[in-house]
């Protein structure tokens, strides 16, 4: 029996070869990214759509992202889209540039989020302040910023309240202080009404003129008498397990996708070095078939 050519054996030796698990991982890990990127998307496309709706760019008026709705989907929507395109891709083509990219990314969003969380446990009372000095900053520039306008009444008509603590805190209005020489003077927007539809069907925009003169016990049959600070307090209170059981579902998704991208780097840093190990064995092996001939 002759002798196997020792080309020919090292040649056979296998390269690093994948489990079911890790193409489970990598295919996982490329499908998920894959539904956030067209999340992001249509998160994109709807924030263009909003713009282009108020014909922000028309009128080269793009507002400020805390305050415009629109331009905070758009920024959303980009960043969202080109991090989760960089996962999938990274992940598919095994490209451990793209994956790096990717994991650091999503280290770094970790960190502020969890950075946020302990300030805002720790500024609670200072937060507080913010949000009454954002709100009366709305109801100041009420007629004058549709998205500040547009917050303001989404607040009003799902919390059901009206001002920062108090109906009467629409005096801060030029429109709505009692000052005013037009038919708003001494009125709230309608959204702070009670029953703004008349007959149930007709929206009736001056159902809040004249409220601010009522005492508390005659207009709490026409508007609402709370302050949207003390609904938004509630509404935390009553939705708190929900919030944070959506906080720890959303940090625990991005843990396991830099778990995963951490593992899929390993897999082809092994496959690259068994592909070079095997590479030098023929290599060597030649050499040493050259030399006995």
């Known amino acids: 029996l002759g002798r196997a050519d020792p080309r020919s054996a090292a040649k056979l030796q296998p390269y690093y070869q994948y489990s079911w698990m890790d193409y489970f991982l990598?295919?996982?890990l490329f499908l998920c990214n894959l539904?956030?990127?067209?999340?992001g998307l249509v998160v994109l496309g709807l924030g263009f759509w909003g713009l282009i709706s108020k014909e922000s760019f028309a009128q080269e008026k793009i507002g400020n992202i805390g305050t415009d709705p629109m331009l905070a989907l758009v920024s959303l929507g980009f960043l969202l889209t080109l991090l989760c395109l960089s996962g999938c891709v990274g992940a598919i083509r095994e490209n451990c540039f793209l994956l790096k990219a990717f994991s650091f990314a999503v280290l770094a969003l970790i960190s502020v989020q969890v950075l946020i969380a302990i300030l805002a446990y720790g500024m609670q009372d200072q937060i507080g302040g913010y949000l009454r000095s954002g709100m009366l900053a709305a109801m100041a520039r009420y007629q004058d910023d549709l998205d500040l306008r547009f917050i303001a009444d989404e607040i009003q008509s799902n919390l059901q309240c009206c001002?920062?603590?108090?109906y009467r805190d629409w005096e801060i209005n030029?429109?709505?202080?009692?000052?005013a020489p037009g038919v708003?003077?001494?009125g709230v927007p309608a959204t702070c009404c009670v029953d703004p539809l008349e007959n149930g069907t007709v929206w009736n925009s001056q159902c809040?003129?004249?409220?601010?003169l009522l005492d508390e016990f005659t207009a709490q049959?026409?508007?609402?008498?709370?302050?949207c600070l003390g609904g938004i307090s509630r509404w935390i209170e009553q939705h708190e397990a929900?919030?944070?059981?959506?906080a720890v579902v959303v940090l625990g998704v991005q843990i396991v996708a830099v778990f995963i991208s951490t593992v899929i780097m390993l897999q082809i840093h092994l496959k690259n070095c068994d592909y070079r190990q095997s590479r030098g064995s023929n290599h060597l092996s030649e050499i040493n078939s050259a030399g006995r001939a």
């Open 26 to 28: 990598k295919y996982f």
């Open 208 to 212: 809040g003129v004249g409220a601010q």
């Open 184 to 186: 708003l003077a001494c």
């Open 221 to 227: 049959s026409v508007v609402f008498l709370g302050g």
């Open 174 to 179: 030029i429109y709505y202080n009692c000052s």
């Open 163 to 166: 001002g920062a603590d108090t």
């Open 242 to 246: 929900l919030i944070g059981t959506a």
């Open 35 to 39: 539904l956030f990127t067209v999340l």
